[in-house]
């Protein structure tokens, strides 16, 4: 689905058996598929796959130098060359009315391509297709011209003109009404196929939306509180997004700082005003913890690789001190034991709240999964609803949870300002910052990454 | 500790013993005020906490001590008879909390709920409480 991120996604729906040949014959075939979807990123593009019909009659390609008729032709037997001024040849940019969809008549329905190709329909190659001439010859007779339908609504049948007797002509008609009535069959078919498939296609795009939208999406609207909490995920989305704005510019004026040798005093305002920072994305966290503890937890206002190694909402403050590592040396002794001391007690109350944790969960389990199965007398109903009562409770304490582990960090940052000098402290909040903005751009490379 | 001073000032007079108020003699089992309760169990063992079984966040704060290899007295009070009262007594001791337990005292003096028992860890301070109320000995 990423690819869809990057360009504006046509509906893009192949039918089976529609070939389309390109005007240089056998270099750009593009074959008709019935997909869902198509993967439209560039660099996954195959001449193969050029050719997407959508439900919406937007047909675009993406093969370069496929022609396919334009819509406002006329119905001409000199139809050869003005094919070939309607030559489609850039990725995206083609349209063709696909009103055959619409069409209420048998039409059959062929697109001629350049010069001397042709289209063969829905695989009936003896209908319609005569080699590599053009089927654009007119039958003359007034019987056929209803299944000639092309001049006002797109391609044009093709058919076989030869001398006829009346008995030939009739047998003819009704050959060629069959043929009409079975492929209007097949072209509902393939419509109604389509149509179900962008109905999915609309559900999903829609969770998408709604997702994004709780990811801070702004709508332009704006917060009319309607929701309370979705409004509160949002606004903590938007706060965030400052902050860390913010924390990003602190952290470059801090490296300047640094790199700029300047005195203690000096540099102590602005370490002072970074974990005074922090202190504010603890406040924000707080109170988006109380409007909905299951967005914080879930991490979603952070980037995929952040993510994946959150622990209850946010960093571990016992990591923190790992990716100190050696960047603080010189340390005295005493520091040494002090962000020793501290390395362990941020890590023993990281396993009691995760210990905790997991006793919730499985007192959840607990409560849920002891819940008789029907409904039948008013009694279980009871029951049921009484273990619901409970399991609310324990949800309850999951912010209590939040909130401590929040406290966690927030302590053992302070801890460590504590232990530090501030030119130490300084360099400490760089790294910190550092590997959380690389961490960052890992998640968008991971996303910008080319597949096949 | 603030509370333990709130404490003192309602024995004024009394005899002082190690903690700074009176405890009477011929306590017993009998009526005695929940809050008195409290302070006596808190004085009878280095490590004392207040729980509910149920309650997840006390198992936190046990898992702390013992994963600190210290070995806490633990006081379920839904398994207490008057275990309501006592949790009324400890909500009152805490102020504005939204939950009575867990609360942990250590050498009889009162250190809090979690999160004063967490920050009290980490800025080094609940160690050497430990070891000077016997309760760790490294």
């Known amino acids: 689905m990423q690819s869809f991120k990057h360009l504006p996604p046509p509906e893009m729906y192949c039918h089976s058996s529609f070939f389309l040949r390109g ?39 993406k093969s370069g130098n496929v022609a396919v008729l334009s819509n406002n032709f006329n119905y001409d037997p000199a139809l050869n060359t003005s094919i070939g001024s309607a030559e489609i040849a850039t990725t995206g940019t083609g349209c063709l009315d696909t009103g055959q969809y619409m069409h209420p008549k048998g039409t059959t329905i062929v697109s001629s391509l350049g010069n001397g190709h042709s289209i063969e329909n829905w695989g009936h190659s003896g209908m319609a297709d005569n080699g590599q ?17 092309g001049v006002q609504h797109g391609p044009v049948v093709v058919v076989d003109s030869r001398p006829k007797t009346g008995d030939q002509k009739t047998l003819r008609r009704l050959a060629q009404n069959r043929e009409a009535a079975r492929k209007s069959r097949l072209r509902k078919k393939a419509y109604v196929q389509q149509l179900e498939t962008s109905r999915l296609r609309l559900a999903q795009l829609e969770q998408e939306l709604q997702r994004a939208q709780q990811q801070g999406v702004f709508v332009a609207t704006g917060f009319s509180g309607d929701h309370g909490s979705g409004n509160g995920v949002v606004v903590f989305d938007m706060e965030y997004a400052h902050w860390l704005e913010e924390h990003q510019r602190l952290i470059s004026d801090l490296r300047a700082a640094v790199s700029s040798h300047m005195g203690d005093n000096e540099l102590h305002l602005h370490v002072d005003g970074v974990m005074a920072h922090y202190d504010e994305i603890f406040r924000l966290k707080s109170i988006g913890t109380k409007a909905d503890v299951f967005h914080m937890l879930s991490g979603m206002w952070k980037t995929p690789a952040e993510r994946c190694f959150m622990w209850l909402g946010g960093f571990r403050s016992s990591e923190l001190l790992k990716i100190l590592g050696n960047h603080l040396e010189p340390l005295t002794d005493q520091q040494i034991m002090g962000i020793c001391n501290l390395q362990q007690s941020s890590q023993q109350a990281e396993d009691a709240l995760s210990q905790g944790m997991e006793a919730l969960q499985q007192s959840l389990v607990d409560t849920l999964s002891s819940t008789s199965l029907g409904f039948a007398g008013s009694g279980n109903v009871a029951d049921y609803m009484g273990q619901m009562a409970i399991a609310m409770g324990k949800l309850a304490t999951l912010e209590n949870f939040l909130h401590q582990a929040d406290l966690l960090r927030q302590q053992t940052l302070q801890q460590m300002r504590r232990i530090l000098t501030t030119r130490q402290a300084a360099r400490a909040l760089l790294v910190f910052g550092d590997y959380a903005s690389r961490l960052r751009a890992l998640s968008s490379l991971w996303l910008a990454r080319p597949r096949d | 500790m603030q509370y333990q001073y709130k404490y003192q000032h309602q024995q004024q007079g009394a005899e002082s013993s190690s903690w700074g108020y009176y405890v009477p003699a011929a306590r017993g089992m009998v009526g005695s005020d929940p809050l008195e309760r409290v302070v ?44 309501k009262e006592i949790e009324r007594a400890l909500m009152r001791l805490l102020g504005n909390y939204s939950s009575a337990v867990p609360v942990v005292f250590i050498g009889g003096k009162l250190i809090g709920a979690m999160d004063r028992v967490m920050a009290s860890h980490i800025n080094g301070t609940l160690v050497p409480l430990l070891k000077e109320a016997g309760a760790l000995w490294l």
Do not use: W
């Open chain 2, 40 to 83: 006596r169990l808190a004085s009878e063992s280095a490590v004392v906490i207040f729980s509910i079984s149920s309650c997840c966040m006390c198992h936190a704060v046990k898992r702390l001590f013992c994963g600190m290899g210290v070995n806490p007295t633990v006081y379920e009070l839904d398994q207490d008879p008057r275990g």
């Open chain 1, 23 to 61: 005007e240089d014959g056998s270099r750009n075939q593009a074959r008709f598929r019935y997909l869902g979807e198509l993967d439209q990123t560039a660099s996954a593009f195959h001449p193969d796959d050029a050719i997407d019909l959508s439900p919406n009659s937007m047909f675009s390609l």
């Open chain 1, 133 to 149: 001439q053009t089927d654009t010859s007119t039958d003359v007779d007034t019987d056929d011209r209803n299944q000639l339908h």
